[in-house]
């Protein structure tokens, strides 16, 4: 039970820093994305070959995982930034689905759908170390920088360019510079994230990266609440606790686990944008009519 | 018509959407520390003039040039960094910020996880612009719980925080009453004596003819007349054409 829960925690942790990365670029930043799951992904694999081919250091893991998720956010961003709301969503469900196929095909990196498997325990300098205290320090950490980045003077730029993208513009602000720099934290937040799974798991295939998995980690941004600190985590922790909450209740069979569970998701996605549009910890006075 | 006198030209600018001659051969100059105003009736191409001259838009023909320098090809944000300032009809506040957060935010050019300058001294003009737009007590309400007449005050404390030397302002006293009028007329009479040199478009004829210096009337996107605020305004075939008295 001890290593369940723990297993759990991890879990958590890991997709709390992805719900709090994707919070940067859509809670702040109003950058609509639904390819977060293609840098988590990214991180994962560069995490997974680094640890396999090269040494199972996990700082070094997670910073070759951000550098490449990051990197490659900046390359794909910047021309698809040129497009605003909804053309970006677009624009970034084509990279989610390309990324996919890609991820399936590119068998000598990724190791296509059988994915890589023996992903050595992470360690740092030489002595293993549990994956859930890595992953609850990135998350601290990951927090203590968005928490420093909102409050400060580039939060406040990115809030502006969500409220009123011309009107920043107008005031100074090179508003392509500030969303790629957005972009590039929060994907490299997602590599992050992708190399502690890869770690933790010991095995990653391209079943994690999918689209459904850009688009549960928009649901935990939302449903706890876009541009907010806690919201996201809170979105994390509880549509991760559900599947394993609605499997100790005796009377659903195992195997409509899944239907349940996408059922209770719909109806609350549903409730929460009629009731408390802004999420569960957002501001209730966003959404309402003037 | 260009350098210390005239720092933003505009010559022959033009510019169409679709068969729509929204900007044809425009050449206006802003006469330094001066207010001109952009009058005519809807549709004259006022704001698409602002647009093309801010780099929201790109001109078909012409150009813009600041204090002699092109401002062709440059983008809104590098347009704001040479010192020039827009407003918007539609205010485009940035409504879930707080008053405050909002004047502060006009001092912050910078893109990346810093900013260049002092502080202290941004801080300092935030409450000033605040403090001349009568916003102070207003600092930490959000800009969408403000009543109308303090959002725009509040376009225009964002404006004076940005410490720009050019003002394009569109309509910005229409839909205030009279006590508010008067205060946003001090306003813009204290900048002007600052130097600020002001291009306002306005349809308040009474507003045009307290702070204009000069009038550019124009129509369906020609430049009909330049010239001071009396003689624009007396002029009755100007008159016909504003408030839509014209034969077709």
Same mark, same amino acid.
């Given at each position: 039970?001890?290593?369940?829960?723990?297993?759990?925690?991890?879990?958590?942790?890991?997709?709390?820093?992805?719900?709090?990365?994707?919070?940067?670029?859509?809670?702040?930043?109003?950058?609509?994305?639904?390819?977060?799951?293609?840098?988590?992904?990214?991180?994962?694999?560069?995490?997974?070959?680094?640890?396999?081919?090269?040494?199972?250091?996990?700082?070094?893991?997670?910073?070759?995982?951000?550098?490449?998720?990051?990197?490659?956010?900046?390359?794909?961003?910047?021309?698809?930034?040129?497009?605003?709301?909804?053309?970006?969503?677009?624009?970034?469900?084509?990279?989610?689905?390309?990324?996919?196929?890609?991820?399936?095909?590119?068998?000598?990196?990724?190791?296509?759908?059988?994915?890589?498997?023996?992903?050595?325990?992470?360690?740092?300098?030489?002595?293993?170390?549990?994956?859930?205290?890595?992953?609850?320090?990135?998350?601290?950490?990951?927090?203590?920088?968005?928490?420093?980045?909102?409050?400060?003077?580039?939060?406040?730029?990115?809030?502006?360019?969500?409220?009123?993208?011309?009107?920043?513009?107008?005031?100074?602000?090179?508003?392509?510079?500030?969303?790629?720099?957005?972009?590039?934290?929060?994907?490299?937040?997602?590599?992050?994230?992708?190399?502690?799974?890869?770690?933790?798991?010991?095995?990653?295939?391209?079943?994690?990266?999918?689209?459904?998995?850009?688009?549960?980690?928009?649901?935990?941004?939302?449903?706890?609440?876009?541009?907010?600190?806690?919201?996201?985590?809170?979105?994390?922790?509880?549509?991760?606790?559900?599947?394993?909450?609605?499997?100790?209740?005796?009377?659903?069979?195992?195997?409509?686990?899944?239907?349940?569970?996408?059922?209770?998701?719909?109806?609350?996605?549903?409730?929460?944008?009629?009731?408390?549009?802004?999420?569960?910890?957002?501001?209730?006075?966003?959404?309402?009519?003037? | 018509?260009?350098?210390?006198?005239?720092?933003?030209?505009?010559?022959?600018?033009?510019?169409?959407?679709?068969?729509?001659?929204?900007?044809?051969?425009?050449?206006?100059?802003?006469?330094?520390?001066?207010?001109?105003?952009?009058?005519?009736?809807?549709?004259?191409?006022?704001?698409?003039?602002?647009?093309?001259?801010?780099?929201?838009?790109?001109?078909?023909?012409?150009?813009?040039?600041?204090?002699?320098?092109?401002?062709?090809?440059?983008?809104?944000?590098?347009?704001?960094?040479?010192?020039?300032?827009?407003?918007?009809?539609?205010l485009?506040l940035?409504?879930?910020?707080?008053v405050?957060?909002?004047?502060?935010?006009?001092?912050?050019?910078?893109?990346?996880?810093?900013?260049?300058?002092?502080?202290?001294?941004? @801080?300092?003009?935030?409450?000033? #612009? &605040? /403090? !001349?737009t009568g916003l102070?007590?207003l =600092?930490?309400s959000?800009a969408?719980d403000l009543a109308y007449a303090e959002r725009k005050f509040l376009s225009m404390a964002?404006?004076?925080?940005?410490?720009?030397?050019?003002?394009?302002?569109?309509e910005p006293a229409s839909g205030l009453d009279l006590s508010s009028r008067q205060r946003f007329a001090?306003l813009?009479?204290?900048?002007?004596?600052?130097?600020?040199?002001?291009?306002?478009?306005?349809?308040?004829?009474?507003?045009?003819?307290?702070?204009?210096?000069?009038?550019?009337?124009?129509?369906?996107?020609?430049?009909?007349?330049?010239?001071?605020?009396? @003689?624009?305004?007396?002029?009755? #075939? &100007? /008159? !016909?054409?504003?408030?839509?008295?014209? =034969?077709?």
């Amino acid at each position: 039970m001890t290593a369940y829960l723990a297993n759990l925690a991890t879990l958590a942790a890991i997709f709390g820093i992805l719900a709090a990365t994707l919070n940067v670029a859509v809670g702040y930043a109003g950058i609509f994305s639904v390819a977060h799951a293609v840098f988590f992904g990214l991180g994962a694999y560069a995490g997974a070959q680094l640890a396999l081919l090269v040494v199972p250091d996990a700082l070094l893991a997670m910073v070759v995982a951000a550098l490449v998720a990051g990197g490659l956010s900046l390359c794909l961003a910047l021309p698809a930034l040129r497009v605003r709301g909804e053309y970006f969503v677009a624009a970034s469900l084509g990279l989610q689905m390309m990324a996919t196929t890609l991820f399936t095909e590119a068998k000598g990196l990724t190791g296509g759908m059988g994915g890589l498997v023996g992903i050595p325990r992470p360690m740092i300098l030489g002595v293993e170390v549990p994956t859930l205290a890595l992953a609850l320090t990135a998350l601290v950490l990951i927090l203590l920088a968005t928490w420093l980045m909102a409050r400060g003077s580039f939060g406040r730029t990115l809030r502006a360019i969500r409220d009123a993208e011309s009107a920043a513009e107008a005031l100074g602000k090179n508003i392509n510079a500030a969303k790629a720099l957005a972009v590039a934290f929060a994907c490299a937040g997602a590599g992050v994230a992708g190399a502690l799974f890869a770690l933790h798991m010991s095995f990653v295939n391209v079943e994690s990266f999918t689209l459904d998995q850009s688009v549960l980690i928009m649901a935990m941004v939302i449903v706890g609440g876009t541009g907010t600190l806690w919201g996201p985590l809170l979105g994390a922790v509880l549509l991760l606790s559900l599947p394993a909450g609605l499997s100790f209740l005796p009377f659903i069979p195992p195997t409509e686990i899944g239907a349940v569970q996408q059922i209770l998701y719909g109806a609350a996605m549903t409730l929460l944008m009629i009731f408390r549009p802004a999420g569960l910890l957002g501001d209730m006075r966003t959404g309402r009519k003037a | 018509m260009s350098g210390a006198a005239h720092p933003l030209v505009c010559r022959d600018l033009s510019i169409s959407f679709g068969g729509v001659k929204a900007v044809q051969g425009v050449s206006l100059a802003l006469p330094a520390g001066k207010v001109l105003a952009l009058v005519g009736p809807n549709g004259a191409g006022k704001t698409t003039l602002f647009n093309l001259v801010t780099g929201n838009l790109r001109a078909d023909a012409g150009e813009a040039t600041l204090d002699g320098e092109s401002l062709l090809g440059l983008k809104p944000w590098q347009v704001a960094r040479r010192g020039v300032a827009r407003s918007f009809q539609d205010l485009r506040l940035f409504t879930h910020m707080t008053v405050r957060e909002n004047a502060m935010s006009a001092t912050e050019r910078g893109s990346w996880f810093w900013q260049a300058g002092d502080a202290k001294a941004r @801080a300092a003009r935030v409450e000033e #612009a &605040l /403090a !001349a737009t009568g916003l102070s007590d207003l =600092a930490e309400s959000r800009a969408v719980d403000l009543a109308y007449a303090e959002r725009k005050f509040l376009s225009m404390a964002r404006i004076l925080a940005a410490e720009a030397r050019i003002w394009l302002l569109d309509e910005p006293a229409s839909g205030l009453d009279l006590s508010s009028r008067q205060r946003f007329a001090g306003l813009l009479r204290a900048a002007n004596a600052r130097g600020i040199t002001i291009c306002l478009i306005e349809h308040n004829l009474d507003v045009v003819a307290e702070l204009a210096d000069e009038i550019a009337f124009l129509d369906r996107g020609v430049v009909l007349a330049v010239g001071e605020p009396q @003689a624009i305004l007396r002029d009755k #075939a &100007l /008159a !016909a054409i504003y408030f839509g008295e014209r =034969a077709a």
